[in-house]
């Protein structure tokens, strides 16, 4: 039986729940900056999975598990496995979030097998110094290493199954101007010749300490017009409740997609949930620290059933976030002391 929609102040119906699972990463991208440690109170794969429960039962149809570095969980798969008995009660899709470096074939067939329906991969550069600098890795050698692992991800994701012919496969980058921009061309050159669709993300203001600042950001639109001089691009638009628009190489080389989550905001049908490794729910990508709602007092193995779902659905109803359509307002307003907090990257999973 498929669920009733729950709707926020501004009538958005919740459709996605992304869940990291842990705050640790093995790279340490300077826009993003991980602790490099876990919270305190890491929720267990049970608290989790009743937390995936609760969501499908307000409407969620996709999962995405993300982190810090959600291949760093070792109860990943299991996680995934476990998931799957919701497709009875409306989970569409479960997909992951990774930066691939780990991403042996064992374990891109165990994912498969897991039901893992979709991944995407991260990577911000074609060369070894650009992803050294991305990554925040030591030195030229350190990136192309990394660079070469996640190329062979790409291609274990393809033979453990995830066909990026039907979308389950894809690559993000995020694009920061003075930084990677120069990577634009060639990333898209890479994606093209491994038959992947490339999502270019423009730098966001997540988080407190990636000294992130408007001139940093180079627009989707500045990104899809420096490519089409290359390769000529029709738009295909972005899909409701969708981040990304999308775009067709007009000689057939397959698609792209840019995320604008600063110059071209989409708040008006943003339809997803984020909870960290620790159980805070957050509404919004933006959100300040303390706004989010610790599920664990519903996650206690005395909690009546039902009770987390109620407060979830009290969390979603109550729902008015709109940041990044605020921020332009807001930064106008704002001044060193009364800058707004964000909850950090790799707790919040993107
Ligand atoms: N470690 C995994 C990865 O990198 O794919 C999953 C977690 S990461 C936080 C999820 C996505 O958020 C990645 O594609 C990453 O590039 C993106 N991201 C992180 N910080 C960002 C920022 N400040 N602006 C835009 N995208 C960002
Ligand atoms: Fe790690 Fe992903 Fe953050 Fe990079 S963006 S530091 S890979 S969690």
């Not at 958005?12 to 440690?37: E, F, I, K």
């Not at 000529?232 to 775009?247: F, I, K, N, V």
Request: proline share 6%.
């Amino acid at each position: 039986m498929q669920p009733e929609t729950t709707r926020d102040q501004h009538g958005r119906p919740l459709g996605v729940l992304r869940l990291s699972l842990t705050a640790r990463c093995n790279l340490v991208c300077p826009y993003c900056l991980p602790d490099g440690q876990e919270p305190p109170g890491l929720l267990s794969s049970a608290q989790r999975l009743a937390v995936i429960d609760a969501a499908v039962a307000l409407g969620v149809s996709s999962l995405r598990l993300t982190g810090g570095e959600p291949l760093l969980h070792s109860g990943l798969e299991a996680l995934i496995a476990a998931t799957q008995p919701l497709r009875q009660r409306g989970l569409r899709e479960v997909a992951l979030t990774s930066n691939g470096t780990l991403l042996s074939l064992e374990r891109a067939r165990a994912l498969k097998a897991a039901g893992l329906d979709r991944l995407t991969l991260s990577l911000d550069g074609a060369n070894g110094a650009s992803v050294a600098q991305m990554a925040g890795l030591a030195n030229t050698a350190a990136g192309e290493r990394s660079l070469q692992q996640v190329l062979a991800a790409i291609e274990h994701a393809r033979v453990a199954g995830f066909d990026p012919g039907h979308g389950a496969l894809k690559l993000n980058a995020v694009i920061q101007r003075g930084a990677n921009d120069d990577q634009l061309l060639p990333l898209a050159e890479l994606a093209r010749a491994h038959g992947v669709e490339l999502r270019l993300i423009e730098f966001m203001d997540v988080g407190n300490r990636n000294g992130w600042r408007p001139d940093a950001v180079l627009s989707a639109a500045e990104m899809v017009e420096r490519l089409s001089v290359r390769w000529p691009l029709d738009p295909l638009g972005r899909p409701q409740h969708g981040t990304a628009s999308r775009w067709r190489y007009r000689d057939g080389g397959g698609q792209l997609a840019v995320v604008a989550s600063i110059s071209n905001p989409f708040c008006g049908d943003c339809n997803r949930l984020r909870v960290t490794a620790d159980g805070i729910a957050y509404t919004c990508l933006f959100a300040e620290p303390s706004s989010g709602l610790d599920l664990r007092p519903w996650l206690q193995a005395d909690t009546p059933p039902g009770d987390l779902t109620a407060a979830i659905a009290a969390l979603w109803q109550r729902r008015s976030d709109r940041y990044s359509e605020e921020r332009q307002n807001l930064m106008q307003q704002t001044t060193a002391a009364n800058a707004p907090r964000h909850a950090e990257m790799a707790y919040l999973g993107g």
